[in-house]
């Protein structure tokens, strides 16, 4: 079937299997291979897209179910083209080493889009607790949480305009 | 413009761009033109005889390419997936070594043991036909537990391996621990099980073949610690094909800890299929198939008895362990339980005799090998535990009774009586940083606070030492290894003086891209940009033994560290030529090549360039180009260690452990960049703290199925399980490595079982609990408490 949907700011228009989940549109029909798949319950968090500003599992989503909706994978974060510029989040999770194997990374950078989004200003508590459905077995998660309250001290400072 | 980063220093890592923006490249995500999908289809039962299988209906599916079974793989004449140890008991007799073949032959012996492999166009007509092979199976009781599998009347796995012991092993001195133990003032005993974990990288394994009929070459992609070590086993020892026509290669992998470390029978079968089917094939194992499939880790019943003299000195150690092998060896499995364990349970006291004794056992459960620490934490977590039984049936200070035996930072180099000497260390000075650190002075006042709550508050140490950087390879063959243990690495100066190392470790989360480019730019004085690093790819990589034991910077930066100076070294001499003067009157710094005492000098680039374009060059003596290799066996293991203080606090009503500070002071040695070092501690850590809290494979006993076979049923810490962590390194220098490095990767997974245990059963001392078994969840916390406050209740 025809589905109709806004990817990473862009128009698009799949052709998929109506039983087709939005992991494996991404990753087979669309070649957008930075949104992971670490688990067959929805427990990892590493298929995680913001769908209309919300943090979902995309394991857990049929792609019919985008149709007119927004989603914004971590492709779409950042660096189009050649650049190596990233968003403020990424570069917090650069910059306080909040990865390793970078397995769960795409989907801790959406949830951190998500819950700043929602809360511009998230203490270590909300943050730890906003990170329930995610699964990192590398990092212990402390830097992690460092870089979400830094990405989101720096996505909510004003622009030096220089 | 310059930009040296050397050791010592904190670069942001160079890989993490590809892996922020979603350009990683994962086995997973890679595409081959006109691929297949491959499905394997495994046991459901534990243990039992395979009547037939029937793949008639199976084949008449659309898209179906090929069912392949053990029968075909006895017909080829294909070898079983081989081990590399072997252990021998005490008289010399080797283990039992029942053949491990790549598909199922004759009969099951565990829950995910492969029995077929379909090949089809798609994933769907993959798994239709595999739903359609017809197996029928005569199901034969199951052991899954130690106890039971030695008991006399246990269902034996293999005819030839009576009471399913695969070595009876040992190692210390028995008659003199014997001795010992009549002479003491105090024995301390206790029973404990050192629970069977999964390791759960959070990318599934996966791999991808294809044959070049044309060539005679094939490719195996796939999710591996060691892609050097899988051609090598693979192509010799079990498809028996040219090794120089095997490429396997690993690239971007999402997390190992062990589980990719091993030669899996799936690489075997997927390789050799690709052949006979003539298209690429894909394979990516669902999370329920690696929780059957992975190898697991752990699973150790023990034993232990600590005698010490009236003073609470310790005079001897004696250890039982039965440690469960699972249905077969895998690539490292006897080695671990035996000679990563014992050589470690004299951890950092002068304990003067040990004597060691290991029952290795075969199961109908998935093999069991290396995870994380891998021996070491079963090793740390025995003498640990016991340190503090001992100490409070003696009424000794658990600080104070490790103050006693401590072995003096002066006494080392130390040699233990379990083989290793260890070549330095201070682990009082680990353990006083540790107490500051961790304000255990104020815990009294923390733990009163807790009381005003209601809840239980307690502090556990473990003061613990590991041996890393595997390993020297004499030293390993001695002890039955069947390879070498070395490391390799190739610095390519290209024209620009720009650099290329190629090295045999493998970077799947440690930072590899960052570290060794450091130690090349400071070696070399190019610019840290300047620096790649190249690792996971055979037909790129001249040989290496990868990343495991903490060994990619031990060996492997070594390596490349000696690589470097054979670069200075002939750099010097082309410099010599250039600026006509002497060989040994040019000097090196920071990137330039200049004559002793004089301004003639050339830039480290200018010299690459020279080498590459020889106009002006002594080539009659020196060859021309700029690359240099080496490898590195080192002389002995390294050493790190430290102190782990744990602080949890006990929920009475509910039995929830809460870890509300942990601190660790670690000796790793050298540290070449600390971010890094201080991640792969948070990470090793928050591991060990699984291990403790939450995380243990369940087996049903009588029907062998594994109970905990997804992230549903098997725990995991998250985010908000686990407090920030205080971590502190207090360094002494690895007399034996060139950097004096002692490797970090396992260090927070041996250390912190230990002090998360003792700081548990702290909380609950008044009660009169000794021991707590991990994983110390909810239900066993609040059970034990009810016990010991309820006794009638007990039953």
Redo the contacts between chains.
């Keep these: 079937m025809i589905v109709n949907f806004t990817l990473n700011g862009r128009a698009r228009t799949v052709d998929v299997e109506p039983a087709t989940l939005v992991s494996e549109m991404l990753?087979e029909n669309l070649?957008?291979?930075?949104?992971?798949?670490?688990?067959?319950?929805s427990?990892?968090g590493?298929c995680v897209v913001l769908f209309n500003g919300d943090a979902v599992k995309s394991c857990t989503l049929l792609a019919p179910a985008l149709e007119g909706g927004t989603l914004m994978?971590?492709?779409g974060?950042?660096?189009k083209g050649g650049s190596?510029q990233?968003h403020p989040m990424?570069q917090a999770?650069?910059?306080n080493?909040g990865?390793?194997?970078?397995?769960?990374?795409?989907g801790m950078?959406m949830t951190a889009m998500a819950m700043v989004g929602k809360n511009p200003k998230p203490t270590?508590?909300e943050?730890?607790?906003g990170?329930?459905g995610?699964?990192?077995?590398?990092?212990?998660?402390?830097?992690?949480?460092t870089s979400i309250i830094a990405g989101a001290a720096a996505m909510n400072a004003p622009a030096t305009g220089d | 413009m310059s930009n040296i980063i050397g050791i010592g220093e904190s670069p942001?890592?160079k890989?993490?761009?590809?892996?922020?923006?979603?350009?990683?490249n994962?086995v997973?995500?890679m595409?081959r033109p006109d691929a297949t999908v491959g499905v394997f289809i495994r046991s459901p039962h534990a243990h039992a005889a395979i009547r037939s299988i029937d793949t008639t209906a199976a084949l008449a599916l659309p898209g179906v390419e090929v069912i392949l079974t053990g029968d075909d793989v006895a017909a080829d004449g294909l070898g079983g997936m081989p081990c590399g140890w072997g252990i021998s008991n005490a008289e010399g007799v080797p283990m039992k070594e029942p053949a491990f073949p790549m598909l199922a032959q004759g009969k099951v012996r565990f829950v995910g043991d492969m029995v077929a492999f379909v090949v089809a166009d798609t994933l769907a007509q993959a798994r239709a036909a595999a739903e359609l092979v017809k197996i029928n199976y005569d199901v034969l009781p199951a052991v899954v537990g130690v106890l039971e599998a030695v008991r006399p009347g246990a269902p034996q796995l293999f005819d030839d391996v009576p009471n399913n012991l695969c070595c009876d092993w040992e190692m210390g001195d028995k008659a003199a621990v014997a001795v010992a133990f009549r002479k003491a003032a105090h024995v301390a005993r206790l029973s404990l099980v050192n629970n069977r974990l999964i390791g759960?990288?959070?990318?599934?394994r996966s791999a991808i073949a294809e044959y070049n009929a044309g060539t005679g070459h094939y490719t195996l992609w796939t999710t591996s610690q060691f892609p050097h070590v899988v051609r090598f086993l693979m192509a010799a020892l079990v498809l028996n094909i040219p090794e120089q026509k095997l490429r396997v290669v690993a690239p971007?992998?999402?997390?190992?800890?062990g589980v990719k470390q091993f030669h899996y029978g799936e690489e075997a079968v997927i390789t050799w299929a690709a052949r006979r089917v003539g298209r690429p094939i894909k394979w990516v194992a669902?999370?329920?198939e690696g929780f059957v499939s992975d190898r697991h880790g752990r699973d150790h019943v023990t034993e232990a008895e600590l005698a010490l003299d009236e003073n609470g000195k310790f005079l001897a150690l004696k250890v039982h362990t039965l440690a469960n092998m699972g249905a077969y060896l895998s690539t490292f499995g006897p080695n671990i339980p035996t000679n990563l364990y014992a050589p470690l349970l004299g951890g950092v006291y002068t304990t003067p005799v040990i004597y060691c004794n290991v029952k290795v056992v075969f199961t109908n459960t998935v093999p069991v090998d290396a995870y994380r620490g891998a021996g070491r934490p079963e090793a740390t977590f025995v003498v640990e535990r016991i340190v503090d039984v001992a100490a409070a049936e003696m009424g000794i200070d658990r600080v104070e009774i490790r103050r006693r035996n401590i072995i003096p930072k002066e006494a080392y180099p130390y040699q233990t009586p379990m083989l290793v000497e260890y070549d330095s260390g201070d682990p009082m000075g680990c353990l006083e940083g540790a107490l500051v650190a961790a304000d255990v002075a104020g815990f009294a006042e923390r733990k009163a606070a807790s009381e005003r709550e209601g809840k239980f508050r307690g502090l556990g140490y473990s003061t613990y030492v590991e041996a890393c950087g595997l390993a020297p390879s004499r030293f390993a063959g001695r002890l039955g290894a069947r390879g070498g243990l070395y490391e390799s690495a190739t610095v390519r100066v290209h024209p620009t003086g720009q650099v290329t190392v190629l090295i045999g470790t493998h970077n799947?989360?440690?930072?590899h891209e960052t570290t060794f480019a450091q130690i090349i730019s400071e070696k070399l004085g190019v610019n840290f940009e300047n620096v790649d690093i190249v690792f996971g790819d055979t037909d790129r990589v001249q040989f290496g033994m990868g990343t495991y034991g903490s060994r990619s910077l031990v060996v492997g930066g070594a390596a490349l560290s000696k690589a470097g100076d054979k670069v200075v070294v002939k750099g010097k001499k082309i410099a010599a030529h250039l600026l006509e003067a002497g060989e040994h009157d040019i000097e090196f710094k920071e990137g330039v090549f200049s004559v002793a005492g004089t301004d003639r000098s050339k830039t480290f680039q200018e010299i690459a360039g020279a080498a590459y374009v020889p106009h002006n060059y002594p080539l009659e003596v020196l060859e021309p180009g700029l690359e240099e290799q080496a490898y590195y066996d080192p002389i002995n293991f390294t050493y790190p260690g430290g102190c782990h203080i744990a602080e949890v606090e006990i929920d009475p009503e509910t039995g929830i452990v809460t870890l509300v500070r942990y601190t660790a002071v670690d000796d790793v040695g050298t540290v070449i960049n600390p971010?890094?070092v201080?991640?792969q501690l948070?990470?090793?850590?928050?591991?060990g703290v699984g291990q403790a809290l939450f995380e243990g494979a369940v087996y049903d006993e009588v029907s062998g199925q594994l109970l905990s076979g997804?992230?549903?049923d098997y725990t995991?810490?998250?985010?908000?399980h686990?407090p920030?962590?205080n971590i502190q390194t207090h360094s002494t220098l690895c007399t034996h490595t060139p950097m004096g490095v002692k490797g970090c990767g396992e260090v927070?997974t041996i250390g912190s079982p230990a002090a998360v245990i003792n700081s548990v059963v702290d909380a609950l001392s008044h009660l009169g609990v000794q021991h707590v078994d991990m994983p110390a969840t909810p239900n066993r916390i609040w059970r034990i408490i009810q016990n010991a406050t309820m006794p009638q209740a007990a039953e």
Excluded: W
């Design positions: 990753r070649n957008l291979t930075g949104t992971h798949v670490g688990c067959d319950t427990q990892c590493a994978t971590i492709e974060l950042a660096a190596n990233l990424q999770f650069h910059q080493h990865l390793q194997c970078g397995f769960c990374t795409p950078v270590e508590a943050v730890r607790h990170l329930e995610n699964i990192c077995r590398c990092t212990g998660y402390q830097n992690i949480v | 942001r890592r890989e993490d761009f590809r892996f922020l923006t979603g350009r990683g994962y997973a995500d595409k759960n990288p959070m990318e599934p971007d992998v999402g997390g190992g800890f669902d999370r329920s799947h989360g440690q930072g971010m890094i201080e991640g948070h990470g090793g850590i928050v591991q997804s992230f549903m995991m810490p998250r985010a908000d686990v920030n962590m927070g």
